[in-house]
């Protein structure tokens, strides 16, 4: 009973969220492309490499592109140990000038079953970023908390939903939060996936009090090799 109870709670906590976060989601439309390949796995260990390209102003400008290569280890039955390097590409549209980030990630993620279909996954994500023309580091830290479940409608198997905080440790704030109220997996065959999403991101303005917010439509296609 009180498993039951939890679970039912984490669903309302999760929605009512995503929904106080779609009221704000007014301003901008982008696109957000995804593209993971599984290089190598066995029942312990897997090795990835992750792909991101964006696309912002109402679908008229590339902004980022980053690739990045991630060590995954399965400490337990519900833990997750994960070391990644991500270099990354960002523009700024105004000057069409390009400046590249690299960064170091450090990831520790429990997931929990709730019921027969619902499952909790957390991923706490530390990062360590270097700037180009830049002689000094920022950290942050990344936070995710997920739920999902198995679905049978049409061509959908999975539903998820989750919300991501992102906390800077020099100005000790949050200044990021990613909301996913849909997402939805496609079996495209044996060893491909296709997941859709719908985000809201909304980011804080420098270190003021101020907040924008901007929908993406999202895809992120997975391989299996």
Known sequence: MKLYRTTQLLKVALLWLTAATALQGRDDIMMWN???LNLWQNDTHKVHAYFDNRIVDDLTEEKLWLGSLRYKFKARKNLQ???GYTYIDVRTIKTDSWRD???LE?????SFKLDDNWKLSLRNRMEVRFYEDRGDSSSRFRHRTQLSRPIDFGPFKSYYANVELFYL???EKVNEVRTIPVGSGIKLGENTKLNLFYM???KRTGNTSEWNHAHAL???LIYTF
């Open 200 to 202: 809201i991101q909304s």
């Open 218 to 220: 999202g895809t992120h």
């Open 101 to 103: 980030q690299q960064r």
């Open 34 to 36: 995804w593209l993971s």
């Open 169 to 171: 440790l020099d100005l």
């Open 106 to 110: 450090f990831e520790v993620n429990p």
């Open 81 to 83: 140990l994960g070391f």
